[in-house]
């Protein structure tokens, strides 16, 4: 899937052809299944590719910005004003997000 590869090199696509929009067709996404990220970097991917898109909608404009400065100055400058540690840890957290019993109390106004 496009949010598991990393959002920092300048010649992969976010949105494309395929069902996750990184690839160019559903054979090349089948191809780069099979050597997904495991554990921990997951997460983390999951939040880079997040980040970037919402930074640059269009492909163009992020691949021109990564050629430009490049993937690890990209990447420093992204870690500098978006905390990619902490959003990655409350992402992978097991905690629900919800309560699942929520009281409601009523009073009437007289």
Do not use: W
């Not at 696509?13 to 990184?22: F, H, I, K, T």
């Not at 993937?71 to 902490?86: K, M, Q, R």
């Amino acid at each position: 899937m496009s949010t598991f590869f990393n959002p920092f090199d300048s010649l992969r696509r976010l949105r494309g052809g395929c069902s996750c929009g990184a690839h160019a067709s559903e054979a090349e996404h089948r191809r780069a299944e099979e050597v997904a990220p495991q554990g921990d970097d997951i997460y983390r991917r999951v939040v880079e590719s997040a980040v970037m898109r919402a930074i640059f909608p269009s492909d163009a404009s992020r691949r021109a910005f990564l050629t430009a400065v490049g993937s690890s100055t990209a990447s420093a400058v992204l870690a500098s004003v978006f905390p990619i540690g902490a959003a990655t840890e409350a992402f992978a957290q097991d905690a629900p997000l919800e309560k699942k019993a929520l009281k409601v109390g009523f009073i009437p106004s007289t």
